[in-house]
DNA sequence: TTGCTTACATACACATTTGTATGTATATTA
DNA sequence: TAATATACATACAAATGTGTATGTAAGCAA
């Protein structure tokens, strides 16, 4: 067939990752076939080959697609020394990346992918490593926004910021879940960003 | 060969369980076959055929085994009127569980299958709705005992019942994620106990 | 004790997937 | 502009898994 350009190629690599992407939603990681794949992608399985190595590589294509922009900006917004105290900087993440699961499919897809349609085991399962040392950054990272709060005194009782910011993490871990779980929305995502605000408050003096 | 007598039936069928769950645990629900099961549990995929009509009514009999009675246990903890505070109890509830988690290996196995190794896509689907409704269930009864708390001036501040108890159930339920996810053991199955005490004395008055 | 049923084991036929090998037309480059 | 590498499509071989059909020996009821 036709010999295509550079262009054309990282072209055609991208309809690959988004055709996977909606195939592996639709079916499972596991049940999805390289032929689902390069049918959706209306190209042929040696297209796919031609691309990546097998399946396996197209999932962490899709994931890295999604997850490391993300965990950037999580960290910019926990980070960053604005103009809101502390407690509100930690509403402000989490409620930007719900926001960004609100606006965003492509994440949105991808969440819903990791958490409920793989199932972790021989090469995947590397990748709940992965998870997990995100997860002990971010949470870190809200330990020390939880430690600016309590020097600026805007904590309620005698909480240690380390308790804090891992009962805030697995809050925010169970929220996400559930809001990808909650397809129709009525049970979680409408009120997502209430609940955050509430927990925050929690903790304010 | 030998025709069984019914007890040794309903051995092999409780055999053909235990093989699948170590089978599933091991190769996640979708790369395991009937062969795989059949022999790990010294049968042919004729016993396993025999018992079950395929691989998904063995999935939901792994399931059943071991939910519907931790459910049922939740419950009793939340609802009886013991001669502890509401608060305590919720705490002793959570605690209960992990627990069992702890102790109770097949519960362990069962849990690690279904948050990490399944997809749930076609016939998993109808589990996903399944786990939700429980986990309404669960969060109606936490709410209950936060309504009994704040009757008895027991709760810090003026939060509403209904958002603690949601709070909570998000928290408990990142927990178990992450406590699944957790092999070692090293970064929350340590701490779990502690982590509920300080999620529920961040409540307290 | 006979006959039917149970509790499996064995065998077969079919459909799927996978990786690779090979073909090919066109971009790219020297 | 000739040679080469690229970006695929096509074809092939092998393995694997599934459901079912059939076989069979022993339990059980009459």
Redesign the pocket.
Known sequence: ?????????????RRIIDAARAVFLARGV???????I?SHA??????????F????EIFHAIREQVFLPLIDRMDDTLTIQGNEDPLTQIENSLCDTINELNENIEMRQTYEIMMIKCEYVDEFATVLQQILNNCSNITEKIQLAYERAEAQQLLIGKNNPRALAVDTHLFFSGLLHMWVKDFDGSRFRFQATDLIKSHINLRRK
């Open positions: 067939m036709v010999r295509k350009t550079k262009e054309d190629a990282e072209l055609t690599r596991s049940r999805s076939t390289l032929e689902h390069a209306e190209v042929t399985r040696g297209a796919v080959y031609w691309h190595k097998n399946k396996t």
